[in-house]
């Protein structure tokens, strides 16, 4: 294990994005379709980013980048998010930047406050990078901390727990509307969202499954007691549901305005109410328009979604997002005076490649399985290093910097004699 170098640059940590409370989701989309490695290739080529990770879900679009040149990757990132209004679009630097993942990743920065799934979506998304920029350094082991530490941090802020997230808003909302009767629910996809709202809507509807995938709509049918819809039945469905939802990974509209218009001109007067988790929108949101047709979409569904935390947990949660972000940071940009941050720099590092070595000789491990290995290799770091790197820390603040560096200089000499 190489301990850096204490000329090393430093990196900076820098976070430009866009989110549910800053930019309208019509906003967020047209967003979207220009967040992307490709288009970043040429700042990685000019030096400009040592590393970037891209998290995009139905909440936000967000690019993490770590820099020597904070202000001309931020400019970079702007252009690469070309936002309808600066407005739309907020920046963070440093430990602020860092905080926010971890609160991202806890589902406190959500519309269903506390929910997890964010937190799988955190952890994927260094993986989920080109060959290419995989192989940069840095942001990784942020991330991955993040996603370790949300369950934690999640259960500091809602001790309680509960189901939380955008389907469990959905269903909610749908079975506000049908106090005393079963309606009938259509769900059109089979993602992890549309199978979240079938088994909570479950005890209260009666439910259709639709999908392009037959086989798939067949599956979750089975699953929640409900009935498979061919795909194509799309016109039925709005003529004799009384509630669709749509959650699909489609990158455009499914439903149209038209084929709403038919389906409510053979209903009658039977109102119709449409759900769209999808982001992009799954259905034309010109379909709000329709007399008689009621259309949320994932935005909307903030007042069934929100679970007020009580303060002094939020406040608990905060100081520990606080401390996490703090050394995080600390492993990311060692100043060339933090002789002990570079020590924990390399021993961060040496676990990192510790437990890719482990995981790799578990190839059939699952994912509880590898997080407690991840787990347990980072409190075995923190445990080993606490009261070394204190110790060092008071001598360095003591003004002892050649004796730390002579001390981790010898360190580094019988490590790799190892």
């Known amino acids: 294990m190489d301990l850096p170098n204490s000329s090393a640059h430093a990196r900076h940590l820098l976070l430009l994005g866009a989110n549910h409370r800053t930019c309208p989701l019509a906003s967020r989309e047209s967003i979207l379709p ?8 040429a700042a ?3 030096g400009l980013l040592s590393d970037l990770v891209l998290l995009m ?22 252009h690469l998010l070309r936002p309808e209004s600066p407005r739309h679009v907020y920046g963070l630097e440093g430990v602020d930047a860092a905080s926010h993942l971890f609160r991202v990743a806890a589902g406190l920065d959500s519309v269903a406050h506390g929910e997890d799934q964010i937190a799988r979506q955190v952890r994927a998304a260094p993986d989920a990078r080109p060959a290419s920029w995989r192989r940069m350094d840095g942001l990784r082991d942020l991330f991955l901390r993040a996603a370790r530490e949300a369950g934690r941090i999640r259960g500091l802020a809602d001790p309680e727990g509960g189901q939380v997230s955008a389907s469990h808003a959905a269903a909610r909302y749908v079975q506000g509307l049908f106090r005393t009767q079963r309606p009938i629910v259509a769900l059109i ?9 079938a088994e909570a809507i479950r005890p ?6 639709a999908n392009r995938d037959p086989r798939k709509a067949r599956e979750i ?16 469905i709005f003529r004799e549901a009384d509630a669709v939802l749509a959650a699909t990974s489609a990158g455009g509209p499914l439903v149209r305005r038209e084929t709403v218009v038919r389906a409510m001109a053979a209903r009658g007067e039977r109102p119709l109410w449409l759900v769209d988790l999808g982001f992009p929108r799954n259905i034309d949101p010109a379909c709000g328009t329709i007399a008689g047709v009621t259309l949320l979409n994932i935005d909307d569904l903030a007042p069934w979604a929100w679970h007020p935390p009580d303060p002094s947990a939020l406040a608990r949660a905060e100081r520990a997002i606080r401390e996490e972000a703090v050394l995080a940071v600390e492993t990311l940009r060692p100043r060339p005076a933090d002789l002990v ?3 924990r720099r390399a021993a961060s590092e040496w676990r990192r490649r510790e437990v890719e070595q482990a995981l790799s000789r578990m190839p059939g491990a699952s994912d509880e399985q590898r997080r ?4 347990l290799a980072d409190r075995l770091m923190n445990r080993i290093l606490h009261a070394p790197t204190s110790m060092l820390r008071r001598m360095q603040a003591e003004g002892q910097t050649a004796l730390v560096a002579e001390l981790l200089g010898e360190w580094r000499d019988l490590e790799g004699t190892g």
């Open 189 to 197: 996809g089979s993602g992890k969202m549309a199978r979240l709202a």
């Open 34 to 41: 220009h967040v992307s490695y490709r288009r970043m290739a």
């Open 221 to 236: 049918a089975a699953r929640v007691d409900g009935k498979p819809v061919p795909f194509r039945d799309l016109a039925r």
């Open 341 to 343: 941050a570079s020590l």
């Open 372 to 375: 407690v290995v991840e787990k």
């Open 204 to 209: 209260r509807a009666r439910l259709w499954v």
């Open 57 to 78: 879900t139905c909440n936000r679009i967000e690019a993490y980048a770590l820099t020597a040149r904070s202000r001309d990757a931020r400019d970079v990132l702007l």
């Open 44 to 46: 990685r080529t000019q």
